[in-house]
């Protein structure tokens, strides 16, 4: 992608487009931004170990996910069992 296409569409939506012309210091701010991103997400997009992190990551947060639920499951048993036996020691 050309530099002019980038800053075409910077400068599509109103708001950019009036700080173009108001100095251009915000207008500078957001190519340099979005080429940086553009980059960036390329970069990492094209990088085997990167998919591999991702992959790793995602994997382990579902997991951790897993746990948790199970984990508050249990507890939730563990609180009904105490409030049952409770319940039967402060009848007696």
């Known amino acids: ?3 002019p296409n980038i800053a075409a569409q910077l400068v599509k ?7 173009a012309m108001a100095g ?3 207008f500078i701010h957001r190519v340099i ?3 940086a991103n553009e980059l960036i997400v390329n970069g990492l997009s094209n990088s085997a170990s990167f998919q591999r992190f991702a ?7 579902e997991d ?5 639920q199970q984990k508050r499951q249990e507890i939730a ?14 009848d007696r």
Do not use: P
Not at 55 to 61: A, D, H, L, N, Q
Not at 64 to 68: D, G, I, P
């Open 1 to 3: 992608m050309s530099f």
């Open 13 to 19: 939506d109103e708001s950019c487009a009036i700080s």
């Open 24 to 26: 251009g210091g915000n």
């Open 33 to 35: 931004s979005y080429v």
């Open 55 to 61: 992959v790793r990551t995602s994997k382990r947060m």
């Open 64 to 68: 951790l996910s897993k746990m948790a």
């Open 77 to 90: 048993d563990q609180v009904k069992d105490v409030s049952k036996n409770f319940e039967s020691f402060k």
